[in-house]
């Protein structure tokens, strides 16, 4: 009798939408493109947004889609989703989540559940509604509570978290700011205008410059020409 093993199946949809909100859909956005900058330059961490992540394999059921989660050691490659047991058993060490006005508490604390039985290393959850940031962090095998976290700065990710009036700031450790989409495009158009600035700067100088060498130059032919002159005259230039 021949027994046939049934491929077990791991959507990359859990049919949920990515946001329930524009501003935590900007936040999603600007964390993770915010984390993928960190990290640009390093091909063996992986930075997604809304990406499921299965950790048991066999149990497709298992899963959780952190809003932004960033995992070291994983090349940066397209993934239709994060299957652990196919990433060296890799865990994501960092996940940021936005809470949405409609989640429940029964909803954060599943989540806060899984990422402590999963071996998340930093847990950040950001209420925009509130203005507050809660932060854990894996103690001896458990995601204890950061207190404070104004100020806070990730071990893995060496960012800091700082609340403002306008909301959650995140700083890169150069001091440089998580910019929203918005903000590089603003950021861009003020960095070309004063590279054009400092283009026609310089090139005003060079400008100068040749009018200058020019100047010299009329002059030392003057000189040259005075000098004939007196020359012609039987007088020696050089004793004037």
């Known amino acids: ?35 993928e900058s960190l990290f640009k ?41 994060y299957m652990q047991f196919l990433e060296d058993n890799i865990a994501p060490q960092v996940v940021f989540e936005i809470r949405s006005h409609n989640d429940r508490q029964t909803k954060m604390n599943k989540k806060l559940s899984f990422y402590q039985r ?11 509604e509130r203005n507050e940031l809660e932060g854990w962090q894996r103690i001896e095998g458990n995601l204890e ?12 990710l060496g960012v800091r978290f700082e609340l403002g009036e306008d909301g959650l700031e ?17 950021q861009g158009e003020l960095n070309r205008q004063r590279a054009e600035q400092e283009s026609q700067r310089a090139e005003q100088e060079a ?14 032919q003057r000189a040259e020409r005075l000098a004939a002159k007196l020359r012609e005259l039987n007088i ?3 004793r004037i």
């Open 1 to 35: 009798m021949q027994v046939t093993t049934e491929q077990i199946i791991y959507p990359s949809s859990d049919g949920q939408p990515m946001a329930e909100s524009t501003i935590q859909y900007k936040l999603i956005v600007k964390i993770k493109e915010g984390c």
């Open 41 to 81: 330059n390093d091909p063996n961490v992986f930075v997604a947004a809304d990406l499921l992540w299965y950790p048991v394999e066999g149990r497709p059921d298992i899963s959780q889609a952190p809003d932004t989660m960033v995992i070291f050691g994983r090349p940066k490659v397209e993934r239709p989703s």
């Open 118 to 128: 999963h071996g998340v290393e930093e847990y950040y959850l950001y209420d925009p």
């Open 145 to 156: 509570v950061i207190e404070p976290m104004e100020g806070w700065i990730s071990p893995r």
């Open 170 to 186: 995140i700083y890169r450790p150069d001091g440089q700011r998580f910019l929203s989409y918005a903000e590089l495009e603003e």
């Open 207 to 220: 400008q100068r410059a040749e009018q200058e060498s020019q100047r010299a130059e009329q002059e030392a």
């Open 236 to 238: 020696d230039p050089d």
